[in-house]
């Protein structure tokens, strides 16, 4: 999933077998580092992209062997080290990203799809290669779930973004059900939105449904938090559902009995 989705969903909790949470939360840092110096505070699209490119340029030392010059990526690399972690899922979040200074539009589905490969998928990436899970298949339907969980938080947060200049259904889409971005300003959920947003929300859960067996396949503690991440996203597409896909009312979030569900589905699911 992507650094955007923590909100959601446990990151490195104590469901999480003990030796994998200092791992899990420097990759967190790590990925909530940039995701900050790209999304966050008042700096100027240059000086972001600067930023972002000594992450890189720390990254780089690492993959030749040096010592990294801050004490965030001198954690990171002793966490790539001890657990041999690869470090293209690192170049890839920062592609992503830099992207987001840069880019605010996306004009088909496989190009928001290209922006989650690097976004989210990553992340699930880096978890598994942590619990030594790292063929193919399993792979795959992490990449499904991730993509998904980044699409939904797409989704649930279409308000929030666009106050920060962006907009992340596909202009495709929009033009497609003859939806102008002024609509998305006016917060009006009128009209063909209702079927545009059950357009999205069923790609979304597609792709959910495909990798979660995953869930299943993972034993022990960090397939319960997967399952109970995977519950989670369900959720929120639910009440997406229910609302008609209107976030400008009422952004969807997982309430404290929602969280209940999510363990007992996880317990259950076993």
């Known amino acids: 999933m992507g650094v955007g989705h923590y909100e959601n969903f446990p990151v490195g909790s104590l469901a999480l077998p003990r030796a994998l949470r200092a791992p899990v939360h420097a990759i967190y840092r790590f990925a909530r580092t940039a995701d900050d ?5 008042d700096a100027s699209p240059e000086q972001r992209l ?7 340029d720390e990254l780089d030392r690492i993959a030749r062997g040096e010592a ?14 001890r657990h041999r972690l690869p470090l293209a899922p690192f170049y890839d979040l920062l592609s992503a990203f830099s992207q987001d200074v840069v880019k605010t539009r996306y004009a088909t589905f496989a190009e928001l ?3 989650c ?6 992340v699930g990436r880096l978890m598994l290669a ?10 795959a339907m992490s990449d499904g779930i991730c993509t998904a969980l980044q699409l939904i938080n797409f989704w649930q947060d279409v308000a929030i973004d666009w106050n920060k200049g962006r907009v992340y259904l596909p202009q495709e889409d929009l033009a497609r059900f003859r939806i102008r971005e002024e609509q998305i300003a006016a917060g009006d959920a009128g009209g063909p939105w209702h079927a545009l947003m059950m357009k999205e929300i069923e790609r979304a859960r597609a792709m959910l449904a495909a990798g979660a067996p995953l869930g299943k396949k993972l034993k022990g503690r960090i397939g319960f938090e997967l399952r109970m991440i995977i519950v989670g996203g369900e959720r929120i597409l639910q009440k997406l559902h229910e609302s008609g896909g209107d976030v400008f009312h009422q952004r969807p979030v ?3 009995r929602d969280w209940g569900y999510m363990v007992w589905r996880a317990l259950r699911a076993k």
């Open 37 to 41: 110096i790209a999304d966050e505070g």
């Open 50 to 56: 600067a930023e972002l490119a000594a992450l890189s």
């Open 68 to 81: 990294p010059q801050t004490a965030l990526m001198q954690e990171l690399a002793a966490v790539i080290e």
């Open 113 to 115: 799809i290209d922006y």
């Open 117 to 122: 490969r690097r976004s989210a998928n990553p």
């Open 130 to 139: 942590l619990y030594g899970e790292t063929d193919a298949k399993s792979v």
């Open 254 to 256: 997982l309430s404290r």
